[in-house]
T-cell receptor, first 111, second 114 residues
Framework: SQQGEEDPQALSIQEGENATMNCSYK?????LQWYRQNSGRGLVHLIL?????REKHSGRLRVTLDTSKKSSSLLITASRAADTASYFC???????????FGSGTRLLVRP | NAGVTQTPKFQVLKTGQSMTLQCAQD?????MYWYRQDPGMGLRLIYY???????DKGEVPNGYNVSRLNKREFSLRLESAAPSQTSVYFC?????????????FGDGTRLSIL
């Protein structure tokens, strides 16, 4: 069963706009991770937020975590065509180092 | 700086054939993982190896076997391929098998079983 589920499943925006993706999960976690997957490639780790953090930044990425709502969001500001990819959230399984991945959000940034 | 290397990149098999997918990492990571990714779905864990000499089942282990050959290499074997095993297979590694560690992925093996 999926622990994290992303929303929306697909998102199409114009270059320069901001993109927001959401992730909901079911059980208590100690961290949540976001990954990017370009077409035909493996996943690349973007950012990890711990359960005691509410917000984290990395370049144009901003991740928030609301443990009371069991949800996280990934914001990409000033999007570029190169941001076109699928984005996945991942949470630890059974308080272990094994990860459960959501089904992803497919982001298309139009030039 | 190769990271995680998977071979082959593409493979077509007939039902009932066997094959081994290879994975090697050069980051001195202790933990390694095999996932499969089907269209419109996230990754599902097949098997993992917390450290050299240990392997454990993940979510979907049926029809697969693994070998942790050494610290660098972790192979996935399909003994008798079935069409339901058509998928993209990803190998990943992480440091020390601890919490709060990101996983590093290879670029996948695209496997079709006819």
């Amino acid at each position: 069963s999926q622990q994290g589920e992303e929303d929306p499943q697909a998102l199409s925006i114009q270059e320069g706009e901001n993109a927001t993706m959401n992730c909901s999960y079911k059980t208590s976690i100690n961290n949540l991770q976001w990954y990017r997957q370009n077409s035909g490639r493996g996943l690349v780790h973007l950012i990890l937020i711990r359960s005691n953090e509410r917000e984290k930044h990395s370049g144009r990425l901003r991740v928030t975590l609301d443990t009371s709502k069991k949800s996280s969001s990934l914001l990409i500001t000033a999007s570029r065509a190169a941001d076109t990819a699928s984005y996945f959230c991942a949470t630890p399984r059974d308080s272990s180092y094994k990860l459960i991945f959501g089904s992803g959000t497919r982001l298309l940034v139009r030039p | 700086n190769a990271g995680v290397t998977q071979t082959p990149k593409f493979q077509v098999l007939k039902t009932g054939q066997s094959m081994t997918l290879q994975c090697a990492q050069d980051m001195n990571h202790n933990s390694m993982y095999w996932y499969r990714q089907d269209p419109g779905m996230g990754l599902r864990l097949i098997y993992y190896s917390a450290s050299e000499g240990t392997t454990d089942k993940g979510e979907v282990p049926n029809g697969y076997n693994v070998s942790r050959l050494n610290k660098r290499e972790f192979s996935l074997r399909l003994e008798s391929a079935a069409p339901s095993q058509t998928s993209v297979y990803f190998c990943a590694s992480s440091e020390l098998g601890q919490l709060n560690q990101p996983q590093h992925f290879g670029d996948g093996t695209r496997l079709s079983i006819l």
